[in-house]
């Protein structure tokens, strides 16, 4: 008996080892075809990879080689505690790998850790569906190709936060079937803990599919107990619990974001697609122009396809597992069909672009239900059958292709939300239909024409084939990046950004106002992240984690912001750079950067009267920096004086496609100092703006939206003309040109840097602490502090402690004594206590639950 398990088991594990091998040996191919990095010059400077994951991922290679690590950075936009950014992005234990490459070679460690985890999906499902029948088949590993390669794969392997997932899903639904069979719990327990701490996001969907397959599985069960619910549920909250150390906190930051919030417009109960879901069954049914915008990437092969098929005819299968089964599928199908249940997956927020993120569970149950019929023995079936599910399949796919154009007539005018998806994907790829039509011909023929050795063989060779096809396809049209030009430009910025770091541990941030890698970028590179790439501390920040009211208060304070994941530094003025403690601007060149100090530095905080605290931002940001200028140090006359319009003339132009009307504007300026123009309604183009002969586009494209246009410095009494477009007639009207008056500002500038804060930060490991000296007076008993409010900072004041405020809306301010002050500001991850004392908690009752469970008899 020793001897047969100890051969079985060399087989599960031969089986395992050559998934794994011929997945990676796929997935390299696949890459070098492209000549993706390390096998070409191409690297993955695309989409999210090249505007997030990359610049996290250095910053992790930055914190794990040089042993840094904090719990609240100043690297992404003003600072915000790092734990909800680790448990969405940076969790999965693959990431070790960037510690083994460059800096300037992180590109190609992301192509790494992607072929591994491909590679590892592949094995751990070949592991499942061994376990899950009972069999050594090597037909195993083909079908487990079906899901390392499936359409959610393809899409979106570049998000490869998300594929631990899928390496994760099929030791937790083993773990299931032990707990139905065996009455183990322990498999279950830890790997969905290991899928909710890896990306807390996905797990929470694993948890989600956990309740599905194990409703399933206990409905055709001749042996199903009450029990084993009560086993299920309290595994499942266990598990929950244990991950609380992550769960925890980042829960907590999360609602600090954007999506804290949820839109009920995402909660309706209406359809998300149509019948274009049969289309993506086949190869190339979509590709990277429409990663943003695409039905649910069902694909899994024509063979898997044709065996779920299979197996709902299957007269050896008994009905009760056949409903299962499509009660199952049924389910999956309607969480991505139905819009609320489609929200509900998805963390009750609707995803902004890369859609029904939740699709691969869809995938892996057809896997599933095809490696049954597959055992059943699809040659069984009736002869009708064996002709006419290849021609219902091939129909299916034919009509998915051709209902888009129909029902782009059919929505434009009653869905925004639909016209702007069948947009997206009305360009279909006959070629590629043409190409499913003969892999079904031939997946058919081998099928059910062909003996079972001949068969498995050929079948082998087809799946490979498609399932690469499918991948290359949906490679199509990406927007490669340059790896020698980023690992060139990469180690000059990275020189040139090292200057402006002081080395005495001075904290104040740095406005670089370009970069040298986006030269590496096809598509454009707009620096978001570039203060994680190079260890700097910056203004601007891009990721899910971004937290919502300090985006919000640098909008009011005339920051560009894209949407609710982006803020950039476009908008900052001397105003600005004072509030936010921007000490120096850098402009980097090939041959050295140019590194001036900024108008408006004093410092990270200052004494302030207490009137700041009264000051309420608004949408007008020239409006908002006035009145904390008042604030400040009030005057008779504005700090901000606007320009006088002298006339105004506007021409339609009917050819133009969205900016008709174009003003030429003449104004005088009132004052010395620079100039702003703010267009509240944000209806302006900028791309084209102009003072005169010169134009002042910004750095970004931020046509159609708000933010502060620098126009230029000019002298009182000088007439400025100003060209731009809008989209009406009467924008010259509406938009305000201001001048912040030098001389004022300056006089400000010098009153309040005589109670300014220089802080420093201290070298403590995992806590972030900054200490610093101020002077307060009965005038001025509040410190202002360039950081955002956060109820993890924990204040003294000369030892003793005292609680921070909010200011303007998403900034701090602590109170002051009269005299000297030494300010120590300590941070503690909200709820990170909490969460660790759960998990302690959650992870010892399951340990000994569990341990009491076993010693128990059981009952019969």
């Given at each position: 008996m020793n001897w047969l398990k100890k051969t079985k088991r060399y087989f599960i594990w031969r089986n395992v080892g050559l998934a794994w091998l011929l997945a990676l040996g796929i997935i390299v191919g696949i890459f070098w075809i492209n000549q993706i990095s390390p096998f070409g010059n191409q690297n993955l400077l695309m989409s999210d990879m090249g505007t997030q994951y990359i610049p996290l991922l250095t910053a992790l290679r930055h914190a794990l080689v040089y042993r840094v690590f904090h719990m609240y950075t100043f690297s992404q936009s003003l600072g915000v505690s790092v734990v909800p950014t680790l448990a969405y992005y940076l969790m999965s234990p693959f990431n070790i790998i960037v510690v083994g490459f460059s800096a300037a070679n992180v590109p190609m460690a992301a192509s790494l850790i992607i072929m591994l985890k491909v590679a590892t999906i592949a094995a751990t499902m070949?592991?499942?569906?061994?376990?899950?029948?009972?069999?050594?088949?090597?037909?195993?590993?083909?079908?487990?190709?079906?899901?390392?390669?499936?359409?959610?794969?393809?899409?979106?392997?570049?998000?490869?936060?998300?594929?631990?997932?899928?390496?994760?899903?099929?030791?937790?639904?083993?773990?299931?079937?032990?707990?139905?069979?065996?009455?183990?719990?322990?498999?279950?327990?830890?790997?969905?803990?290991?899928?909710?701490?890896?990306?807390?996001?996905?797990?929470?969907?694993?948890?989600?599919?956990?309740?599905?397959?194990?409703?399933?599985?206990?409905?055709?069960?001749?042996?199903?107990?009450?029990?084993?619910?009560?086993?299920?549920?309290?595994?499942?909250?266990?598990?929950?619990?244990?991950?609380?150390?992550?769960?925890?906190?980042?829960?907590?930051?999360?609602?600090?974001?954007?999506?804290?919030?949820?839109?009920?417009?995402?909660?309706?109960?209406?359809?998300?697609?149509?019948?274009?879901?049969?289309?993506?069954?086949?190869?190339?049914?979509?590709?990277?122009?429409?990663?943003?915008?695409?039905?649910?990437?069902?694909f899994v092969s024509s063979a898997v396809v044709l065996l779920v098929l299979v197996y709902v005819v299957h007269p050896n299968i008994e009905r009760r597992?056949?409903?299962?089964?499509?009660?199952?599928?049924?389910?999956?199908?309607?969480?991505?069909?139905?819009?609320?249940?489609?929200?509900?997956?998805?963390?009750?927020?609707?995803?902004?672009?890369?859609?029904?993120?939740?699709?691969?569970?869809?995938?892996?149950?057809?896997?599933?239900?095809?490696?049954?019929?597959?055992?059943?023995?699809?040659?069984?079936?009736?002869?009708?059958?064996?002709?006419?599910?290849?021609?219902?399949?091939?129909?299916?796919?034919?009509?998915?292709?051709?209902?888009?154009?129909?029902?782009?007539?059919?929505?434009?005018g009653h869905s925004h939300e639909l016209t702007q998806y069948y947009q997206a994907i009305q360009t279909i790829h006959w070629g590629s239909v043409i190409g499913a039509w003969g892999f079904i011909l031939a997946m058919g023929v081998v099928i059910f024409g062909t003996r079972r050795q001949l068969q498995q063989g050929l079948l082998a060779l087809l799946v490979v084939a498609e399932v690469s096809g499918n991948f290359i396809l949906a490679m199509r049209h990406t927007k490669w990046g340059n790896q020698v030009a980023y690992q060139q430009a990469y180690r000059v910025e990275n020189q040139q950004m090292g200057q402006i770091n002081d080395p005495d541990g001075q904290l104040y941030r740095v406005q670089n106002e370009n970069t040298l890698i986006n030269q590496a970028y096809q598509s454009t590179y707009n620096n978001y992240n570039d203060s994680l790439l190079f260890n700097f501390h910056g203004v601007t920040g891009y990721s899910s984690t971004l937290n919502e009211t300090t985006r919000v208060t640098l909008a009011q304070l005339g920051l560009y912001s894209d949407n609710v994941r982006r803020i950039s530094a476009v908008g900052l003025t001397p105003v600005t750079t004072m509030l936010l403690g921007v000490k120096k601007t850098v402009r980097l060149t090939r041959t050295g950067s140019l590194i001036k100090p900024t108008e408006g530095y004093i410092g990270m905080g200052f004494a302030v009267p207490a009137a700041l605290q009264q000051v309420q931002l608004s949408s007008d940001a020239l409006q908002n920096q006035e009145q904390i200028l008042q604030a400040l140090l009030p005057r008779q006359t504005p700090y901000l004086t606007t320009a006088k319009l002298l006339n105004s003339q506007?021409?339609?132009?009917?050819?133009?496609?969205?900016?008709?009307?174009?003003?030429?504007?003449?104004?005088?300026?009132?004052?010395n100092g620079w100039t702003y123009l703010w267009a509240p309604s944000g209806k302006t183009k900028y791309t084209t703006m102009r003072v005169g002969t010169r134009y002042v586009t910004p750095t970004m494209a931020m046509n159609g939206q708000t933010g502060l246009i620098k126009l230029g410095k000019f002298q009182a009494g000088q007439t400025v003309t100003l060209h731009f477009a809008a989209t009406y007639p009467i924008a010259a009207y509406h938009i305000r040109v201001a001048t912040l008056q030098q001389r004022a500002f300056l006089q400000a500038k010098r009153v309040l840097s005589r109670q300014r804060l220089s802080l420093r930060t201290t070298g403590h490991h995992w806590q972030t602490q900054l200490v610093g000296q101020v002077n307060g007076t009965t005038q001025r008993r509040q410190l202002y502090l360039s950081l955002p409010f956060d109820t993890g900072w924990r204040v003294t004041v000369n030892g003793q402690s005292v609680a921070g405020k909010r200011v303007l809306n998403g900034l701090m301010a602590i109170p002051l004594q009269t005299g000297k002050n030494r300010v120590v500001l300590t941070y503690h991850v909200p709820g990170g206590q909490l969460g660790a004392m759960l998990s302690i908690i959650g992870i010892g009752t399951f340990i000994l639950g569990n341990w009491w469970r076993q010693r128990r008899p059981r009952r019969p």
């Open positions: 070949t592991w499942f569906l061994q376990r899950h029948f009972q069999t050594t088949q090597k037909m195993t590993v083909i079908f487990a190709l079906g899901f390392s390669f499936c359409g959610f794969v393809a899409m979106n392997y570049f998000d490869l936060m998300w594929l631990d997932a899928l390496i994760i899903l099929p030791l937790m639904t083993d773990g299931l079937d032990q707990l139905m069979t065996h009455r183990r719990l322990a498999p279950f327990f830890w790997w969905l803990l290991a899928g909710i701490i890896t990306n807390y996001y996905l797990g929470y969907m694993l948890g989600l599919f956990s309740l599905c397959y194990f409703s399933c599985r206990w409905l055709v069960s001749s042996t199903a107990t009450w029990r084993q619910w009560g086993a299920f549920a309290g595994t499942v909250g266990l598990s929950g619990m244990s991950a609380a150390i992550i769960l925890v906190p980042t829960g907590l930051g999360m609602l600090q974001t954007a999506k804290g919030t949820a839109k009920l417009l995402n909660f309706r109960v209406v359809p998300t697609f149509g019948l274009e879901f049969f289309n993506q069954f086949g190869i190339g049914a979509s590709d990277y122009r429409q990663r943003l915008m695409h039905a649910p990437t069902v597992q056949k409903y299962a089964v499509i009660g199952l599928l049924g389910v999956l199908f309607l969480s991505m069909w139905i819009q609320v249940l489609n929200t509900v997956w998805h963390f009750m927020q609707a995803p902004a672009g890369f859609p029904f993120r939740n699709v691969f569970f869809f995938s892996f149950v057809c896997v599933m239900v095809a490696f049954a019929a597959w055992q059943a023995g699809p040659q069984q079936i009736p002869r009708h059958w064996q002709w006419g599910l290849p021609l219902i399949q091939a129909g299916l796919l034919a009509a998915g292709s051709a209902s888009i154009g129909l029902m782009l007539r059919l929505v434009r506007v021409t339609h132009v009917p050819t133009a496609k969205m900016y008709k009307y174009h003003h030429r504007v003449k104004l005088r300026v009132m004052t």
